[in-house]
């Protein structure tokens, strides 16, 4: 099934509804995957300096058989990166790596509040907007104040706000705020990564076998009715294709909110990365 579902953004660009991550998805068989799973329908991919695959994911564009203009592209500034001056070089950088002219969509990858930079980090990527290196300017594990403070400064709101949601911790007060602020939140590690048992949660395991589904299919269906946009990765053909395959059922308010009920609270996050305290290697 093509992924032609799209979300409306706030810059007036669109984005397809689901996006392919590609989290330890590198080298050859890593172009193999980004192949496959632009094959099965795919065009918004994310990747980000951090994962060390910016080149892959630029070989895999280059061997498609799908035009440029209809991938959309999407990159992550690092934190070493967050000074104005550096942040600018970044961009170029990781342009040349994946041997693009420009991207489609580029986040601030963590907010770093320790080190107090992501304002001068988000005045590069406005910057880095009007100079005609990146179409849409977004951030990732961005808390209500680190927005209101990048706001407030430079007067631009963030397209997308990319947040670790899935199940066991739904971060549905953050996904509320950014819609009140009009800014579209993508779901990272929607299926729990290789980490956590969503996929095989008694409660998810029979909420499919009701609608005949697979599990990630009902936990991507439950991101989508919530307006949400997931990011789900899959080196597998078989999962990237099932995993598009969700336009074609609807869960019942029942059932979003049993989803909604799985909620753990902190103790959920996959790997404890809370955005105040959370440091990314360098
Ligand atoms: N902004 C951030 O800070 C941040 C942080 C983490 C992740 N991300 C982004 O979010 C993306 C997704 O998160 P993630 O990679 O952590 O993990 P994920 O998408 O939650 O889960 C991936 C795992 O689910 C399995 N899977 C996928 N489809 C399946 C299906 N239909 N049935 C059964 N198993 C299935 C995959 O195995 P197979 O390969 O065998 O299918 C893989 O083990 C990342 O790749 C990255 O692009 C962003």
Redesign the pocket.
Known sequence: MKNTHSFQLNDRTSLPSI???????NGAQGVT?VLSAIEAGYRLI???TN?NNEGMVGEAIRRSSVPREELMISS?LPGHSHEYDKAILMIQESLYRIGLDYFDKY?I??PLPKRGKYEEAWQALVDAQKFGLIETIGV??FLPEHLERIIEITGVTPATN???R?PYFNNNELVEYNKSRGIIT??????????NDV?TNDTIVAIAEKYNK????IIIRWNLQNGIL???????A???K??LDVFDFELSEEDIQTIDSLDKGEAGR?EG?HPNEYE?FD
């Open positions: 996006g392919f991550g590609t989290v330890n998805i995957s994310d990747t980000s994962y992550k986040l990858h963590w990732s594990n990319q947040i670790e899935h993508e779901a990272w590690s929607p299926l729990g990564r290789e980490i996929l697979e599990p990630a299919q997931p990011i789900v990765k899959s080196s597998s078989k999962h990237q099932a995993n996959v990365q990314e």
